[in-house]
């Protein structure tokens, strides 16, 4: 079963979207060389419990933070620890979801620490442009497989425009989101258009391309949590909460501006 949000659920759903949003722009301004991603956590926490939120994270299946950071090598789920520090030309992927009124919000960005190479920047930047387009084609009377398709496409011309091959990540992708944070339908960051479920107004989906330097293949390490590419290549990760809506697809958790 899909969730279908009536507006006035949605309106709560970007309540807790912006909670992350903010979150998320507070640890941007922290993540620089000789920070430990341990401390970004404890921000992070901070900020989302100030706003009268829960973070999601933090004990889901026994998660032990409130945010997934994730550094060079490592794709999604990344432990944050004290003894992990930034140093500088290190690409941090940040995830961060909270709850608030019984309402989940989920984003994560993919920040440079000081001067990375170009191809770094190339990879960011081409893991955003298939998330924005991912996000275009989350339109009522759409396909699930739609919204797959725009991402893989949108990864392939930044690779030719780039003149890097992209790997996309196998097995991860977006979620349905709403009173849970992982719900139906999963979103595979590749796929054929017009096929798979039809896109409804009131449905809220979790956009969230990752990308390689190199191969699609993972690892999970031995904590159980840590994915990271299996030739060594760096990733990145973007993620946007979406709601479906008359007026078009509606960022829930884009700052304001």
Known sequence: ???IKSRGQLEAMRAAGLVVARTLALLASHAKA?????ELDELAEQSIRDAGAIPSFKGYHGF???????VNEQVVHGIP???QVLAEGDLISIDCGAILDGWHGDSAITL???EVTDA????????????????EAAVAGGRLGDISFAIESATILAGEEHGIEYGIVEGYGGHGIGTKM???????????PGKGPRLKVGMAIAIEPMLTLGTERTVELDDGWTVITADGSRAAHWEHSVAITDDGPWVLTALDD
Request: hydrophobic share 40%; net charge neutral; glycine share 10%.
């Open 1 to 3: 079963m899909i969730e």
């Open 34 to 38: 000789g920070v430990s991603t341990g």
């Open 64 to 70: 032990p933070a409130s945010i997934c950071a994730s």
């Open 81 to 83: 620890s004290r003894t």
């Open 112 to 114: 440079p620490v000081g």
């Open 120 to 135: 770094e920047l190339k990879l960011s930047e081409a893991t955003r442009a298939s998330m924005l387009a991912g996000i």
């Open 182 to 192: 992982h719900m139906d339908p999963f979103l595979p960051n590749h796929g054929k």
